[in-house]
C-alpha cells in the first residue's frame, strides 16, 4: 500500500491549553532566579549548573522539574522556549 493512500480517519489534533509557565534556576540555598508569575501553572526548575544543558535531556534525566499540565511541558520544551528561558536565567549576573 503506498502512503497517497492512508488516510488520517478521526483523528483530531487536540489543542494546549494557554497556560502561565514560570522558570526557576537554584543558584544558591538563598538565591533563586525567576521569570514568570509566581501563580503560574506550570513551573519548570532546576539548579544553576543545569540551566545550560539541553532542558528536554535534563527533563529526561531527572535534572530539571516541571509540575502542571503535561501538554504545556512538552509544548515548552519542543518550541525552544524552555532552553531559551533557561539559557537567560542561567547568564544573568
Same mark, same amino acid.
Given at each position: 500500500?503506498?502512503?497517497?493512500?492512508?488516510?488520517d480517519?478521526?483523528?483530531?489534533k487536540k489543542?494546549?491549553?494557554?497556560?502561565?509557565?514560570?522558570?526557576?534556576v537554584?543558584v544558591?540555598?538563598?538565591?533563586?532566579?525567576?521569570?514568570?508569575p509566581?501563580?503560574?501553572?506550570?513551573?519548570?526548575s532546576?539548579?544553576?549548573t543545569?540551566?545550560?544543558?539541553?532542558?528536554?535531556?535534563?527533563?529526561?534525566?531527572?535534572? &530539571?522539574?516541571?509540575t502542571?499540565?503535561?501538554?504545556?511541558?512538552?509544548?515548552?520544551?519542543?518550541?525552544?522556549?524552555?532552553?531559551?528561558? &533557561?539559557?537567560?536565567?542561567?547568564?544573568?549576573?
Amino acid at each position: 500500500m503506498s502512503g497517497s493512500n492512508l488516510r488520517d480517519v478521526g483523528a483530531k489534533k487536540k489543542s494546549v491549553p494557554q497556560m502561565t509557565v514560570q522558570y526557576r534556576v537554584t543558584v544558591s540555598k538563598s538565591e533563586v532566579r525567576t521569570s514568570g508569575p509566581d501563580d503560574a501553572e506550570v513551573v519548570f526548575s532546576c539548579a544553576l549548573t543545569d540551566a545550560s544543558s539541553d532542558p528536554t535531556a535534563s527533563f529526561v534525566q531527572g535534572k &530539571l522539574k516541571a509540575t502542571g499540565h503535561t501538554g504545556v511541558i512538552l509544548g515548552e520544551l519542543m518550541s525552544g522556549n524552555a532552553a531559551k528561558q &533557561l539559557s537567560q536565567l542561567a547568564s544573568h549576573p
